[in-house]
């Protein structure tokens, strides 16, 4: 296990040295259609995240979607074991990777965008929606740092539903609210990456009540990613089976069959007072403040002070007034 300080450079270089071999990944999902990327799917167990590896196996093109540092929040210690296997695994594959993709400033789990960055050699670009603007903003209020720090700190900022490409392949950019107002879900041909806009069927639909999240703008992105064509598949950020195997993907047909939250029929007024009472009884995640302090920084960690030391805040709520 490495730490950011210390950890390999550039496994583009056949000679680059990992802590981790390769991992292997999850799931695997080739000769999807035309168009449609090979999917290599990584499922990291501390925080249920899927990472995801796309790859246009004409140039060997690849983007990465969220991907995970490890933290351990009793100790403070930030390692690179996750990043490590799946950066192995892009230099063993000879992959060349052209973006790294954030679906949105997660609250549960710390990227390592900037870890896969520097590792890639320094010019793979972090992008994620133009909207995180507004989740900086409000963070940087949240945390009592200048929100001018944040200027620049992500290489590209998508504009809601622009169009990019992947090697031959194109890629449409969805902006898809609710969640979090800056989440974009990304779709490559028939694979569309959801983000945590919506859940497997049997878990249904994430919360909506971080800042800027709203239900009625869930149930819409939600309607919104179940009206695309019946053979798409669509592949989640997370999953939290309820008594089976992890899964990474699920059609749009068995999500408007079978999805617990919003399958075919069901109205926005009954899915938003659902959401709403749900929320209203979840805590915080257990990782939320060290994820929205590195995650509104693209994967950097805040400011060392004169001796090195990086810290996380964590806004106190008292109604007894006892500092002092
Ligand atoms: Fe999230």
């Known amino acids: 296990m490495s730490t950011l300080a210390s950890s390999p450079h550039y496994p583009q270089q056949p000679d680059s040295k990992f802590t981790s071999g390769p991992a292997v990944p999850s799931r695997v999902h080739v000769e999807l259609g035309k168009n449609t990327p090979s999917v290599y799917s990584f499922f990291e167990q501390a925080t249920s995240t899927w990472t995801y590896v796309v790859v246009d196996p004409a140039s060997k093109e690849a983007a990465v979607i969220d991907p995970v540092l490890d933290y351990d929040h009793p100790s403070g210690k930030i390692s690179t074991e996750t990043a490590d296997g799946i950066l192995a695994f892009i230099q063993e594959k000879r992959l060349v990777v052209r973006y790294i993709l954030e679906t949105h400033a997660h609250a549960d789990h710390l ?83 959801t983000g945590d806009s919506i859940f497997m069927p049997d878990v249904g639909s994430a919360r909506a009540d971080f800042p800027g999240g709203n239900v009625k703008d869930l149930y819409n992105s939600m309607q919104r990613l179940l009206s695309l064509p019946s053979d798409h598949l669509l592949f989640v950020g997370h999953d939290y089976p309820p008594d089976r195997d992890v899964e990474d993907v699920v059609t749009i047909e068995d999500q408007r069959r079978r999805n617990k939250h919003v399958k075919a029929g069901t109205d926005e007024a009954t899915f938003t007072a659902f959401r709403s009472a749900r929320d209203a009884q979840l805590g915080a995640p257990k990782l939320l403040h060290p994820s929205l302090q590195v995650n509104i920084r693209a994967g950097k960690l805040p400011l060392a002070d004169k001796e090195g030391r990086v810290f996380f805040k964590v806004p106190v709520r008292a109604t007894l007034a006892l500092s002092g």
Not at 146 to 161: E, H
Not at 173 to 186: E, F, S
């Open 111 to 193: 990227t390592g965008a900037q870890y896969y960055k520097r590792s890639l050699g320094g010019n793979v670009p972090v992008c994620i929606g133009s909207r995180i603007k507004q989740v900086q903003q409000t963070f940087a209020r949240v945390y009592d740092v200048d929100s001018t720090l944040f200027n620049d700190t992500f290489d590209v900022y998508f504009k809601d539903d622009e169009h990019f490409t992947l090697g031959g392949m194109p890629c449409k950019v969805m902006h898809l609210p609710g969640h979090t107002p800056d989440h974009l879900g990304y779709v490559f041909g028939r694979a569309v990456f």
